[in-house]
């Protein structure tokens, strides 16, 4: 009998993101019920599927090999407490299942009793009851003779709902897993999910959200204290609770930059450094928030950085290079002004006048160069030198997500520090098959646009057509406006077409 899975928890074991299985969906390739899809289908769809490729396989076996190395089992498992219960949940679902299984087995001994019983007083139905007796006798040898591959996706769907919690969101029904020591509100945001928070830390309430089917436990301290009312309904907070079953939860989400506030946070330098030995005209400025005071933002968007205190004369508007999902440390790739006064922050910085353990104003965010919302398009990136500091952030944010079934990366370099961040690059497009990435050369910004464009619309009529795409562009301005144009005079929808000038 094949079991039903959630699309996340089926794309966890096959190995795929959920955007490929997504896509073989919409093609017809993989049948859903409410969202689920079966055991059987799912190895229909995916038939050179081997359990032992799997990273679900691997984790699994990864988990047992260190079971006693007590700081592994720390990360990769739930506390004690959360572990007994679901073994509790497991155990008592397997109780079930004896018990409809002893239920069958008499009713099939009644069945053969019966059949011989019918054959003795009715010498007349012999033959057919001899028959079915053998259909009958068939039947019992060809399921208890079984070992379908599919038996073992379903033990591995059970293996992992002992380890990890499956979650839904209502209303906009994302869905996402949780493992190990992971509240609610920090798989959510690793996952790519804009939940509503604040503090992160449980003094601000903003993070309450209503469990509507199964079971969660407070896992951090919280001085936030929600109203006898709000916990008759089921309310949580998000960032104090990790759930112990599968739940569904009703929870506010960001639609885009219009639902995220405006925050001030006085951060601090974790360090300024050449971004890699050989691009010494790029800098790396690490910050990181206060634990109780987090930088809500959406991938992509920018941040006003300024002195603490005496901010006014010396401050900047930077993107965010890493993903909101690590709403701690923030970091940001600071280009060496080619002008005497074009950006007096960054001359500052490589002057060397931040140090580690500096205090410095962070407000914002900015912005809307974000991820479409709702939009599963194959995503083409184009960047033009530091315009790969808020794409950086965006394909961090799209591979959480896991629901776009392709990522081109197309980045184009004009100055001496190139493809400063090349290898993280490549090792992208090696780890995923949906993840392509193309480096480019070209004197200037403007002749490398319009290359760029080009090179777009060569790849992406190879695989489809321009118009089910979505295109972000960044860089400087130059950049954006030759590729714009080559790509609008190509036929590029203006809606799918995102525009970010560093
Ligand atoms: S984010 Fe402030 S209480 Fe949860």
Redesign the pocket.
């Given at each position: 009998m094949s079991q039903r899975l959630t699309l996340s928890r089926a794309a966890h074991i096959v190995g795929v993101s959920r955007g490929a299985l997504q896509r073989k969906m919409r093609e017809g390739e993989l049948p859903s019920h409410d969202g689920m899809v079966s055991t059987v289908d799912l190895l229909r769809a995916y038939p050179d599927f081997d359990l032992e490729d799997s990273g679900a396989f691997e984790r699994v076996v990864r988990v047992k090999e260190e079971a006693f190395g007590r700081r592994v089992m720390e990360r990769v498992l739930p506390s004690s407490q959360i572990l007994a219960q679901r073994l509790f949940a497991q155990s008592q679902e397997l109780g079930e299942l004896r018990h409809h299984l002893q239920g069958y087995h008499q009713l099939v001994l009644a069945l053969r009793e019966r059949i011989a019983q019918i054959s003795a007083e009715r010498p007349a139905l012999q033959v057919e009851m001899a028959a079915l007796g053998e259909a009958l006798e068939r039947g019992l040898a060809a399921v208890l003779g079984s070992s379908e591959p599919s038996d073992n996706i379903a033990v591995m769907d059970d293996m992992l709902k002992v380890i990890t919690a499956h979650v839904t969101v209502r209303p906009s029904g994302r869905e996402f897993l949780v493992e190990g020591h992971d509240t609610l509100?920090r798989a959510g945001l690793s996952s790519g999910l804009a939940l509503n928070?604040?503090?992160?830390?449980?003094?601000?309430?903003?993070?309450k959200a209503r469990v509507v089917t199964g079971e969660v436990r407070r896992v951090q301290h919280?001085d936030?204290v929600l109203s006898e009312a709000e916990r008759l309904q089921g309310y949580v907070?998000?960032?104090?609770h990790s759930p112990v079953t599968d739940v569904v939860l009703e929870a506010l989400e960001a639609q885009g930059p219009e639902d995220i506030p405006e925050q001030r946070i006085v951060a601090r330098v974790k360090s300024v450094a050449p971004i890699n030995a050989a691009a010494t005209d790029t800098l790396l400025l690490h910050v990181q928030t206060p634990r109780s005071n987090r930088l809500r933002f959406l991938a992509g968007q920018s941040l006003t950085l300024a002195l603490a205190g005496d901010g006014r004369d010396c401050q900047a508007i930077y993107t965010v290079a890493s993903c909101p999902c690590d709403d701690r440390n923030l970091h940001f790739h600071v280009a060496r002004p080619d002008h005497p006064g074009e950006d007096v922050f960054a001359e500052m910085l490589f002057a060397g006048g931040l140090k580690s353990g500096q205090e410095i104003m962070l407000w914002g965010p900015w912005g809307d160069f974000t991820l479409a919302a709702g939009s599963s398009r194959p995503i083409v990136f184009a960047a033009c030198d530091t315009g790969f500091s808020p794409v950086n952030s965006l394909i961090e944010h799209a591979l959480a997500v896991d629901a776009v079934e392709s990522l081109s990366l197309y980045w184009l370099a004009t100055r001496s520090d190139g493809h400063y961040r090349a290898n993280q690059c490549r090792a992208w497009a090696e780890a995923l098959d949906h993840f392509h990435y193309f480096p480019l050369t070209a004197p200037d910004a403007a002749t490398g646009g319009l290359s760029t464009a080009r090179a777009i619309c060569a790849g992406v009529l190879a695989s489809g057509k321009l118009g089910e795409h979505d295109v972000y562009l960044s860089g400087p301005e130059a950049f954006v406006a030759a590729a714009a144009a080559e790509l609008a005079a190509a036929g590029m929808p203006e809606a799918q077409l995102f525009l970010k000038v560093i």
């Open positions: 509100l928070y604040g503090c992160g830390n449980g003094n601000c309430g903003l993070c919280c936030y907070l998000l960032c104090a």
